[in-house]
Protein backbone atom coordinates (compact mmCIF):
# COMPACT_ATOMS: atom_id res chain seq x y z
CA UNK A 1 0.00 0.00 0.00
CA UNK A 2 3.01 1.80 0.99
CA UNK A 3 4.44 1.67 -2.40
CA UNK A 4 1.09 2.65 -4.29
CA UNK A 5 1.11 5.59 -2.25
CA UNK A 6 4.62 6.50 -3.17
CA UNK A 7 4.07 6.26 -6.89
CA UNK A 8 0.93 8.22 -6.80
CA UNK A 9 2.84 10.62 -5.07
CA UNK A 10 5.23 10.75 -7.80
CA UNK A 11 2.99 10.49 -11.01
CA UNK A 12 0.88 13.79 -9.70
CA UNK A 13 4.43 15.60 -9.20
CA UNK A 14 5.69 14.25 -12.77
CA UNK A 15 2.13 15.51 -13.70
CA UNK A 16 2.34 18.94 -12.23
CA UNK A 17 5.75 19.49 -13.52
CA UNK A 18 4.83 19.42 -16.99
CA UNK A 19 6.20 16.45 -17.92
CA UNK A 20 4.71 12.84 -18.98
CA UNK A 21 4.93 9.98 -16.79
CA UNK A 22 6.04 6.66 -17.96
CA UNK A 23 5.74 3.43 -17.10
CA UNK A 24 8.40 1.47 -15.33
CA UNK A 25 9.43 -1.59 -17.42
CA UNK A 26 8.47 -5.08 -16.66
CA UNK A 27 10.95 -6.97 -14.80
CA UNK A 28 12.46 -10.87 -16.28
CA UNK A 29 9.92 -12.37 -14.73
CA UNK A 30 7.27 -10.91 -16.30
CA UNK A 31 5.87 -9.09 -13.39
CA UNK A 32 4.96 -5.54 -13.64
CA UNK A 33 8.15 -3.49 -11.60
CA UNK A 34 7.37 -2.31 -8.26
CA UNK A 35 6.61 1.31 -7.67
CA UNK A 36 9.74 2.04 -6.68
CA UNK A 37 11.17 1.37 -8.83
CA UNK A 38 10.25 4.27 -11.06
CA UNK A 39 11.55 6.41 -8.44
CA UNK A 40 13.93 9.19 -9.35
CA UNK A 41 17.71 8.24 -9.36
CA UNK A 42 19.50 10.24 -6.60
CA UNK A 43 20.51 12.98 -8.56
CA UNK A 44 17.65 14.17 -10.03
CA UNK A 45 15.94 13.94 -6.99
CA UNK A 46 12.98 16.81 -6.37
CA UNK A 47 14.66 19.82 -4.79
CA UNK A 48 13.03 20.68 -1.44
CA UNK A 49 11.01 23.51 -2.30
CA UNK A 50 9.15 21.32 -5.18
CA UNK A 51 8.43 18.53 -2.75
CA UNK A 52 4.74 16.60 -2.29
CA UNK A 53 4.17 17.34 0.54
CA UNK A 54 4.43 21.45 0.16
CA UNK A 55 1.06 22.32 -1.24
CA UNK A 56 0.95 25.24 -3.50
CA UNK A 57 0.06 28.08 -2.52
CA UNK A 58 -3.41 29.58 -4.51
CA UNK A 59 -3.87 31.37 -7.20
CA UNK A 60 -6.76 33.74 -6.50
CA UNK A 61 -8.28 34.77 -10.10
CA UNK A 62 -11.18 37.29 -9.22
CA UNK A 63 -14.26 37.53 -10.75
CA UNK A 64 -14.47 33.82 -11.77
CA UNK A 65 -17.63 31.73 -13.64
CA UNK A 66 -18.07 28.24 -12.41
CA UNK A 67 -19.26 26.57 -16.15
CA UNK A 68 -22.60 26.94 -15.02
CA UNK A 69 -22.77 30.40 -15.07
CA UNK A 70 -23.06 32.64 -18.35
CA UNK A 71 -19.99 33.91 -19.43
CA UNK A 72 -18.80 36.39 -22.32
CA UNK A 73 -16.50 33.57 -23.21
CA UNK A 74 -19.95 31.23 -23.97
CA UNK A 75 -23.34 33.19 -24.03
CA UNK A 76 -24.73 36.60 -24.22
CA UNK A 77 -25.55 37.77 -20.86
CA UNK A 78 -29.29 38.50 -20.37
CA UNK A 79 -30.59 42.17 -18.59
CA UNK A 80 -33.46 40.12 -17.46
CA UNK A 81 -32.56 36.65 -16.72
CA UNK A 82 -29.07 37.29 -15.40
CA UNK A 83 -28.16 40.86 -14.44
CA UNK A 84 -31.65 42.03 -13.19
CA UNK A 85 -32.36 38.75 -10.46
CA UNK A 86 -28.87 39.88 -8.87
CA UNK A 87 -30.20 43.50 -8.67
CA UNK A 88 -33.13 42.53 -7.09
CA UNK A 89 -31.48 40.32 -4.56
CA UNK A 90 -28.16 42.35 -3.35
CA UNK A 91 -29.15 46.30 -4.97
CA UNK A 92 -32.49 46.74 -4.50
CA UNK A 93 -33.10 47.59 -0.69
CA UNK A 94 -30.79 50.80 -1.42
CA UNK A 95 -31.21 51.35 -5.06
CA UNK A 96 -35.31 50.82 -6.08
CA UNK A 97 -38.51 51.20 -4.59
CA UNK A 98 -39.26 54.07 -2.02
CA UNK A 99 -35.36 54.70 -1.26
CA UNK A 100 -32.92 55.49 -4.14
CA UNK A 101 -29.52 56.22 -2.33
CA UNK A 102 -27.40 58.89 -3.80
CA UNK A 103 -30.34 59.16 -6.85
CA UNK A 104 -29.46 55.59 -8.12
CA UNK A 105 -32.44 53.01 -9.09
CA UNK A 106 -31.39 49.59 -10.42
CA UNK A 107 -35.11 48.71 -10.51
CA UNK A 108 -35.57 48.60 -14.22
CA UNK A 109 -33.08 48.87 -16.77
CA UNK A 110 -34.37 52.51 -18.36
CA UNK A 111 -33.53 53.47 -14.30
CA UNK A 112 -30.01 52.06 -14.26
CA UNK A 113 -29.42 53.69 -17.78
CA UNK A 114 -30.58 56.75 -16.22
CA UNK A 115 -27.71 56.69 -13.74
CA UNK A 116 -27.58 58.51 -10.26
CA UNK A 117 -26.76 62.00 -8.86
CA UNK A 118 -23.30 61.65 -9.98
CA UNK A 119 -24.48 61.36 -13.63
CA UNK A 120 -23.57 57.68 -15.83
CA UNK A 121 -23.00 54.37 -13.63
CA UNK A 122 -22.22 52.13 -16.86
CA UNK A 123 -20.85 52.42 -19.24
CA UNK A 124 -21.90 50.09 -22.42
CA UNK A 125 -18.84 48.28 -23.46
CA UNK A 126 -16.13 49.26 -21.23
CA UNK A 127 -17.07 48.07 -17.68
CA UNK A 128 -13.45 48.91 -17.26
CA UNK A 129 -15.03 52.79 -17.03
CA UNK A 130 -18.34 52.17 -15.19
CA UNK A 131 -18.53 53.19 -11.96
CA UNK A 132 -21.29 50.26 -11.41
CA UNK A 133 -18.76 47.46 -12.24
CA UNK A 134 -16.00 49.73 -10.38
CA UNK A 135 -18.27 49.62 -7.29
CA UNK A 136 -18.97 45.86 -7.31
CA UNK A 137 -15.70 44.56 -8.64
CA UNK A 138 -14.06 46.84 -5.38
CA UNK A 139 -16.80 45.34 -3.18
CA UNK A 140 -17.61 48.41 -2.20
CA UNK A 141 -21.11 47.76 -3.04
CA UNK A 142 -23.86 46.62 -1.78
CA UNK A 143 -22.46 48.32 2.11
CA UNK A 144 -24.83 46.49 3.83
CA UNK A 145 -25.72 42.91 3.69
CA UNK A 146 -23.61 40.08 1.61
CA UNK A 147 -21.49 40.95 -1.18
CA UNK A 148 -21.64 39.89 -4.23
CA UNK A 149 -19.85 36.53 -5.49
CA UNK A 150 -17.15 36.56 -7.71
CA UNK A 151 -20.00 34.72 -10.60
CA UNK A 152 -22.40 37.38 -9.71
CA UNK A 153 -19.91 39.81 -10.54
CA UNK A 154 -18.33 38.68 -13.31
CA UNK A 155 -21.78 38.56 -14.71
CA UNK A 156 -22.26 41.77 -14.33
CA UNK A 157 -19.08 42.87 -16.06
CA UNK A 158 -19.15 40.63 -18.69
CA UNK A 159 -22.97 42.06 -19.35
CA UNK A 160 -21.36 45.72 -19.49
CA UNK A 161 -18.62 44.72 -21.94
CA UNK A 162 -21.02 43.25 -24.02
CA UNK A 163 -22.99 46.25 -24.34
CA UNK A 164 -25.11 46.73 -21.36
CA UNK A 165 -28.13 45.48 -23.91
CA UNK A 166 -31.58 45.29 -22.70
CA UNK A 167 -32.53 41.75 -23.37
Known sequence: MKKILIALLLIGL??????????APASSTGEPA???????????????????N?????????????????????????????????????????HGGKETKEGL???????????????????PGDADNSLFAEQVVSQEMPKRGPKLT???????VDWINQGALNN
Do not use: H, K
Not at 14 to 22: F, N, P
Not at 71 to 76: D, F, N, R, V
Not at 105 to 123: K, L, P, R
Open 34 to 52: SPTDALPAADTAVPPSEAP
Open 14 to 23: VSACGTQATE
Open 150 to 156: PPQVQII
Open 105 to 123: DVSTYESIMVGSENGSVIT
Open 54 to 94: EAPSPTVVIPTTPPTEASAQTATISFVNDVLPILESRCLNC
